[in-house]
């Protein structure tokens, strides 16, 4: 049974109605209870009784009335239950977004690379001057209608190309990517709860691909015993089970999906806490739990090989630091030539979005 260690809540942000309050809330909550409304309404329910979250003129009542009528909740005909909709879950992906991103604008100068500007697609605040070859959409009217007024004087308005500033931009090129989530048991042992900070991750790198890369496409696998490819609006009920930890399924299905995609961008993010534990020979299950099984680590590091020669970096982040396991991941990354982040749960996302837009961008000399 998982443990939840709850914190004194902080006074919501002004501006907000008591409904908007209680939904930032709640759809925390429907991450850690796997998308079950019920318990979730339960939870907040008891945060009430402590915390004092509603008054007398707006109760948990109210709020579940407003749920309803807003289409957060249907209520399953046969049982009465409360199930979430399509539209809560892109809420949860929505505050998941919010939430790790409004980590990486608080966080310290020095945890962002530095990238080369070229022909592109993104904006950045940086100005030259023109050179032959650049288009018509490079240039900045503003600063160059400026040079000429200074250049030239207001009375006779007169532009050179001298006068000419070109915007630089950042070419960010279209990425196919494979997210692989470990969901072996271990992964809720221990008194920590690793699986929840990877959901979160998940669905805000979901909400972040499909708003503001439309065109790149994201791909989630789960991987236990087995690997299965699950969709992104069924990660809010993402759960742990008693699996064993298949690393080698999880390669082969990604490998799979990857070949499907046309883009000639490709690369895997792994997040696991462990060492690879199973392999599955035919209809039987090979395991071993007791430090790593130099025949599943052979496989494993064939499928890194592999990746390697086609093109594919793996990323891993490792969400425990035991040192015992620090040699299998640098075995692993460095047969790979990929990278990995030993990586607190808190910082995972951190790591997670500033690793991938690292890896989006493609610069031109």
Same mark, same amino acid.
């Given at each position: 049974? *998982? +443990?939840?260690?709850?914190?004194?809540?902080?006074?919501?942000?002004?501006?907000?109605?008591?409904?908007?309050?209680?939904?930032?809330?709640?759809?925390?909550?429907?991450?850690?209870?796997?998308?079950?409304?019920?318990?979730?309404? =339960?939870?907040?329910?008891?945060?009430?009784?402590?915390?004092?979250?509603?008054?007398?003129?707006?109760?948990?009542?109210?709020?579940?009335?407003?749920?309803?009528?807003?289409?957060?909740?249907?209520?399953?005909?046969?049982?009465?239950?409360?199930?979430?909709?399509?539209?809560?879950?892109? #809420?949860?992906?929505?505050?998941?977004?919010?939430?790790?991103?409004?980590?990486?604008?608080?966080?310290?100068?020095?945890?962002?690379?530095?990238?080369?500007? #070229?022909?592109?697609?993104?904006?950045?605040?940086?100005? %030259?001057?023109?050179?032959?070859?650049?288009?018509?959409?490079?240039?900045?009217?503003?600063?160059?209608?400026?040079?000429?007024?200074?250049?030239?004087?207001?009375? =006779?308005?007169?532009?050179?190309?001298?006068?000419?500033?070109?915007?630089?931009?950042?070419?960010?090129?279209?990425?196919?990517?494979?997210?692989?989530?470990?969901?072996?048991?271990?992964?809720?042992?221990?008194?920590? @709860?690793?699986?929840?900070?990877?959901?979160? /991750? +998940?669905?805000? $790198?979901?909400?972040?691909?499909?708003?503001?890369?439309?065109?790149?496409?994201?791909?989630?696998? /789960?991987?236990?015993?087995?690997?299965?490819?699950?969709?992104?609006?069924? $990660?809010?009920?993402?759960?742990? #089970?008693?699996?064993?930890?298949?690393?080698? +399924?999880?390669?082969?299905?990604?490998?799979?999906?990857? *070949? *499907?995609?046309?883009?000639?961008?490709?690369?895997?993010?792994?997040?696991? @806490? #462990?060492?690879?534990?199973? !392999?599955?020979?035919?209809?039987?299950?090979?395991?071993?739990?007791?430090?790593?099984? %130099?025949?599943?680590?052979? %496989?494993? !590091?064939? !499928?890194? +090989?592999?990746? *390697?020669? $086609?093109?594919?970096?793996?990323?891993?982040?490792?969400?425990?630091?035991?040192?015992?396991?620090?040699?299998? /991941?640098?075995?692993?990354?460095?047969?790979?030539?990929?990278?990995?982040?030993?990586?607190?749960?808190?910082?995972?996302?951190?790591?997670?979005?500033?690793?991938?837009?690292?890896?989006? %961008?493609?610069?031109?000399?």
């Amino acid at each position: 049974m *998982r +443990a939840v260690l709850f914190s004194k809540i902080m006074p919501a942000a002004e501006g907000k109605s008591p409904f908007e309050q209680l939904l930032d809330i709640f759809l925390q909550l429907l991450t850690y209870t796997n998308g079950d409304a019920g318990e979730a309404l =339960s939870w907040l329910t008891e945060l009430d009784k402590e915390y004092q979250l509603t008054d007398g003129k707006y109760g948990i009542g109210d709020f579940i009335e407003n749920l309803e009528e807003k289409g957060y909740l249907d209520r399953d005909p046969g049982s009465g239950r409360f199930k979430i909709t399509p539209k809560t879950e892109q #809420g949860i992906r929505k505050r998941s977004l919010e939430e790790i991103f409004g980590k990486l604008k608080k966080s310290s100068p020095g945890n962002h690379p530095t990238y080369t500007s #070229g022909m592109g697609d993104e904006l950045n605040p940086d100005t %030259r001057p023109y050179q032959f070859g650049d288009t018509l959409e490079q240039i900045d009217f503003t600063a160059s209608i400026r040079n000429a007024q200074i250049n030239h004087g207001l009375e =006779s308005f007169n532009m050179a190309q001298d006068d000419l500033e070109i915007r630089e931009t950042d070419f960010k090129a279209q990425t196919s990517t494979v997210l692989m989530i470990d969901i072996s048991h271990s992964m809720i042992l221990y008194g920590e @709860d690793r699986i929840t900070p990877a959901k979160k /991750v +998940a669905m805000a $790198l979901s909400e972040l691909i499909s708003t503001k890369y439309p065109k790149d496409t994201l791909d989630i696998i /789960v991987f236990g015993n087995d690997a299965w490819q699950i969709a992104i609006k069924d $990660l809010p009920y993402l759960q742990v #089970g008693p699996f064993h930890t298949n690393t080698v +399924a999880g390669l082969e299905l990604a490998m799979d999906l990857l *070949r *499907r995609r046309k883009n000639p961008n490709k690369q895997i993010f792994m997040i696991t @806490d #462990g060492k690879p534990t199973c !392999l599955k020979q035919g209809k039987q299950y090979y395991k071993n739990s007791f430090g790593l099984d %130099r025949k599943i680590l052979s %496989r494993t !590091l064939n !499928l890194a +090989a592999q990746c *390697r020669k $086609l093109k594919i970096p793996i990323t891993t982040f490792m969400v425990a630091s035991d040192p015992w396991l620090q040699q299998f /991941v640098r075995e692993f990354t460095q047969t790979n030539n990929g990278k990995a982040f030993f990586s607190g749960l808190d910082q995972l996302g951190k790591f997670v979005f500033v690793d991938f837009e690292r890896n989006k %961008r493609k610069y031109l000399s």
